[in-house]
């Protein structure tokens, strides 16, 4: 005979299971999305300013001679910090649509081709827009340009921080293709409207509009077709090798 008690249903090996059987809620996922809130954190305790500073600059015509002197620089850690975590941020979502997309293996090492992709397109137009400052011989809005485009990646990574989280956790719901293509979205109108902000800036001091279709072809469009490019290319590799 029994004892009498009955016995409590384990759930622990089901959840392990549907955890494990999740392509997008893994451990380092959930480690740089706390990399990055705790990065926030600490950028609103030692620099406050930061906040209407990125949305007065994202929002307004044009960045104002007080920001471009005193309040943008590249050698502020809090500045420098929010872009590492956008880049970190643009790199999860990108290694995410990769998953859903294309059947890829969510890993730590697409990310981190994800996350040096991003880094290496920022890299490349800050050295390319303070070259052309010092081959010209002048600044003609380059310098407000170029703080202009890094604001606009940080918003970037703020705006795709929430969505990363809610593609990742819970994974029991069904909608996560209409998350990414609603994030998608979002991203597309926050480029097209950096790249009207370019024409603006060029136009407000002159240049050209040969020069300023140049420079969007060169540095705003070209990046935005080889992140494209590489996403797809690492759909098509990490499917084949799975």
Not at 24 to 44: E, F, H, P, R
Not at 48 to 62: A, D, E, M, Q, T
Not at 109 to 134: C, D, E, I, N, P
């Amino acid at each position: 005979m029994g004892s009498g008690r009955a016995s409590r249903p384990n759930f622990a090996p089901i959840m392990d299971e549907s955890r494990a059987l999740d392509p997008l809620a893994v451990d380092w996922t959930l480690a740089i999305l706390l990399v990055s809130i705790a990065l926030l954190g600490w950028i609103n305790l030692v620099s406050p300013r930061k906040w209407p500073l990125i949305l007065r600059s994202v929002f307004s015509y044009r960045l104002g001679r007080q920001s471009l002197r005193d309040e943008l620089d590249l050698q502020d850690r809090s500045l420098i910090s929010l872009l590492i975590m956008a880049c970190g941020v643009s790199a999860l979502f990108a290694t995410q649509v990769a998953v859903l997309s294309g059947g890829a293996e969510n890993s730590f090492l697409l990310w981190l081709r994800m996350f040096g992709t991003v880094v290496g397109v920022v890299v490349v137009q800050v050295m390319v827009l303070r070259s052309m400052a010092v081959l010209f011989q002048g600044d003609g809005g380059i310098t407000e340009y170029l703080y202009t485009a890094l604001v606009f990646h940080i918003a970037a990574g703020l705006v795709l921080l929430p969505f990363t989280a809610l593609l990742a956790y819970p994974h029991e719901v069904g909608w996560r293709g209409w998350l990414a293509l609603a994030a998608g979205v979002l991203l597309a109108l926050i480029t097209l409207f950096r790249w009207l902000r370019a024409a603006l800036v060029g136009w407000g001091e002159g240049v050209p509009l040969r020069y300023i279709l140049i420079y969007l072809c060169a540095l705003e469009f070209l990046p935005v077709a080889i992140l494209l490019e590489h996403l797809r290319t690492t759909n098509q590799d990490l499917s084949v090798n799975l």
